[in-house]
């Protein structure tokens, strides 16, 4: 016999539908490149842009952004914070480059690191005094790392492979790894004071790297590919693209489950170590540069023309349960309203626990977004997905559910 156990309240489908998208777009105010973002607390942010300095902050967890008074008119491509007030900001332009440091929150900045053919773009704080950046250049004598250890006051040069370095990342306090182009990656087991290359088998611009451990770490590129190593950087194996784009940044909250994101502003998740992929981003074409995360569940995204995305459900759409009355099969029923704009509803129903996947495609059949991605209890349940940063036009959702598949059309008209 069947039983409804519960049905939802007003107030439940009301929060669903106010944060119904994975990932929702925040106000920078902006319309400048953002490179890099870096959240200190939940609530303290910063973020820099590629032009004349520029500086954003939010003390609200992205709610709202303010500009700061910028140090210099060059362009800043990596911001790093020990904590809410003491911080770093790197970049260059024109042959010109530096690192500028705050103490207070971005009041005023001090240049720590004056260098005429180096950009710097990446920082990384060990601790509170050593810390490593890494660098392009606009001349033939390609990138160098640089180290400190009074915490910015003084950087020295600790390696140079003739290669441009873009990111670089601390597993501990020995164990670093950096890597750049044309597919260099290097490694240090002594915080930093020394690098050896690795043999990364790719000549791709590689762009950003992020370990989770000393032995366990994935790197990826402009080739749209992810690079993974298990033993430390001796070897690493190049993992399926599943339909990745240009990527620009990596981030792993554990050895499972991970985020890259970059062109087409395409956000992908992985659960299984990177070995598949799974889109799930706001609908933008702009590219995305950088990601953030406090924890595996809530994150900051950000990239061309201001754009900032947060997520405070590790990128997935929140599902509502309608009821637990376990249905006699299963059933994709037709998204309302329809047509629809920007928000539409989609409700379905299954009879027995199992995984449970919906996708939503365009006209060309091209995955634009997942909306259900994991195990299901027997029971009714709806979700809501925002067209807001889509075009018009007809746009498919998928069902797939042990043997049952369904596919059914809608239309976004604005």
């Given amino acids: 016999m069947r039983k409804v156990i519960f049905t939802i309240t007003v107030l439940l489908l009301f929060i669903a539908h106010s944060n119904s998208q ?98 710097v773009y990446s920082i990384y704080f060990i601790d509170a005094s050593t810390g490593i950046a890494v660098t392009g250049a606009y001349s ?52 930093g004071v020394n690098w050896v290359q690795l043999t990364s088998n790719t000549t791709t611009n590689l762009r950003s790297i992020y370990f989770v451990n000393p032995q366990t770490g994935w790197t990826v590129g402009t080739n749209s590919r992810v690079y993974k190593t298990t033993n430390g950087g001796s070897t690493w194996v190049d993992l399926s693209s599943n339909g990745l784009c240009g990527l620009h940044s990596v981030y792993f909250a554990d050895a499972l489950t991970g985020w890259v994101a970059g062109c087409e502003g395409s956000i992908h998740r992985t659960t299984n170590g990177g070995t598949n992929w799974t889109m799930q981003s706001f609908a933008t074409t702009t590219y995305l540069y950088s990601l953030s995360f406090f924890n595996a569940f809530t994150g900051w995204a950000v990239g061309a023309n201001g754009r900032i995305l947060k997520t405070t459900t590790g990128g997935l759409t929140p599902i509502t349960p309608i009821s637990t009355e376990i249905p006699d099969g299963y059933i994709l029923y037709q998204n309302y309203p329809n047509p629809f704009n920007p928000m539409t509803n989609i409700k379905f129903q299954i009879p027995k626990s199992g995984f449970v996947n919906m996708i939503v495609y365009d006209i060309l059949g091209k995955e634009i977004a997942t909306l259900v991605n994991e195990e299901l209890k027997p029971g009714t349940y709806e979700v809501n997905w925002d067209g807001s940063g889509f075009t018009s036009g007809v746009y498919y959702y998928k069902l797939v559910a042990d043997d049952y598949t369904e596919t059914r059309k809608m239309v976004l008209l604005k």
């Fill in 22 to 119: 994975g990932w929702f777009q925040q106000n920078s105010n902006v319309g400048f490149n953002v490179k890099s973002v870096y959240f200190a607390d939940s609530n303290t942010g910063y973020a820099v842009g590629d032009t004349l300095g520029a500086i954003l902050k939010t003390t609200n967890g992205g709610i709202n952004w303010m500009k700061l008074a910028a140090p210099t008119s060059l362009g800043m491509s990596t911001v790093f914070f020990l904590n809410s007030n003491t911080g770093f900001i790197g970049g260059g332009a024109g042959g010109s480059a530096c690192i500028n440091k705050t103490t207070n929150g971005g009041l005023i900045w001090l240049l720590t690191f004056p260098n005429p053919i180096q950009y």
């Fill in 140 to 191: 033939i004598s390609g990138g160098f790392i640089f180290r400190t250890t009074n915490g910015g006051t003084n950087w020295n040069g600790v390696g140079g492979f003739g290669n441009a370095f873009y990111s670089v990342y601390f597993a501990d306090a020995n164990t670093g790894y950096a890597c750049g182009t044309p597919g260099i990656i290097v490694k240090s087991t002594n915080g």
